[in-house]
């Protein structure tokens, strides 16, 4: 197995990609709660080659507010029900939002808001696999590995709406 990454600017800061042979498996913020030691990550890629270069070039696209969806292969690694709660969240669309609950139900495990919020958490792929689209039961804003202060922004950007003064606004 071979990894390596880059680091590529955004709006929300700095981004670490990560490929595993050849793949992207990791798309890190800066201070993310759950985020690898940096040795992990493999040596330094070059960012115009490839998974990099296309992953960078969806990434501009999503925060110019040119596409609202990323097509790109991905090597995710974690438990069946954490892929499952993964592919969960790709489901819920550009702009909406879901609560820990509803998700749960939505991949059939019914009271496992607790273990979508701990997989949702694990998220080794944030923004593409959108986990900031997760919401608590009442409407606030709860637990997003790269703190609430993006999860408000991005998705105060992805409803084109300036940022909220209070979490109970989603």
């Known amino acids: 197995m071979t990894r390596e990454h880059t680091v590529i600017d955004s709006?929300?800061?700095?981004?670490?990609?990560?490929?595993?042979?050849?793949?992207l498996s990791?798309?890190?913020?800066e201070e993310q709660r759950h985020r690898p030691p940096q040795e992990t990550f493999g040596d330094p890629?070059?960012?115009?080659?490839?998974?990099f270069a296309e992953a960078a070039?969806?990434?501009?696209a999503?925060?110019?507010?040119e596409s609202t969806t990323?097509?790109?292969?991905?090597?995710?690694e974690g438990t069946p029900f954490q892929r499952r709660v993964w592919a969960?969240?790709?489901e819920i669309p550009y702009g909406r939002t879901l609560s820990y609950g509803e998700l749960a139900e939505r991949i059939g495990a019914t009271n496992g808001s607790r273990a979508v919020g701990?997989?949702?958490?694990?998220?080794?792929?944030?923004?593409i696999v959108p986990c900031h689209r997760v919401i608590g039961s009442t409407g606030s804003l709860t637990g997003y590995g790269g703190g609430l202060d993006r999860k408000r922004r991005l998705l105060s950007f992805e409803r084109g709406a300036a940022a909220p003064e209070q979490d109970q606004l989603f």
Do not use: C, S
């Not at 999503?62 to 507010?65: D, K, L, P, S």
């Not at 701990?118 to 923004?127: D, E, F, H, M, R």
């Open 57 to 60: 070039r969806q990434l501009a």
């Open 11 to 23: 709006p929300y800061g700095p981004l670490t990609l990560v490929a595993t042979d050849g793949v």
């Open 118 to 127: 701990l997989a949702n958490g694990k998220n080794p792929v944030g923004i």
């Open 62 to 65: 999503y925060f110019a507010g």
């Open 70 to 76: 990323f097509d790109l292969p991905l090597h995710l």
């Open 45 to 51: 890629g070059d960012p115009g080659d490839e998974p």
């Open 88 to 90: 969960g969240l790709q």
């Open 26 to 29: 990791g798309l890190y913020m």
